[in-house]
């Protein structure tokens, strides 16, 4: 049987490091969301949330854009 998760039960790898990009940049939830609307990801705070909390599924068009928005590398985003 496949299994479409993280060993940890997460959605997402890049959660924890969506959490704390973030938080290095100090700005809110609602602020990346904006950021991520400005380089066109039509997503909301809820959905950074989901995000963050492992509970959401992440593309890779949406964690290019991640990475974009944080100065990152994918690699980076995906790191443990």
């Known amino acids: 049987m496949f299994i479409n998760k993280a060993a940890n039960g997460a959605n997402n790898l ?9 938080k290095n940049l100090g700005i809110s939830q609602r ?7 400005v380089n066109g990801l ?15 599924f992440v593309t ?6 991640l990475a974009t928005v944080f100065a990152k ?7 443990e």
């Open 42 to 56: 039509d997503v909301d705070k809820n959905a950074i949330q989901r995000i963050e909390a492992g509970k959401r």
């Open 14 to 22: 890049c959660g924890r490091n969506v959490c704390l990009f973030r």
């Open 31 to 37: 602020e990346l969301a904006d950021r991520l609307q």
């Open 73 to 79: 590398s994918v690699d980076e985003m995906l790191a």
């Open 60 to 65: 890779d068009i949406e964690l290019s854009l």
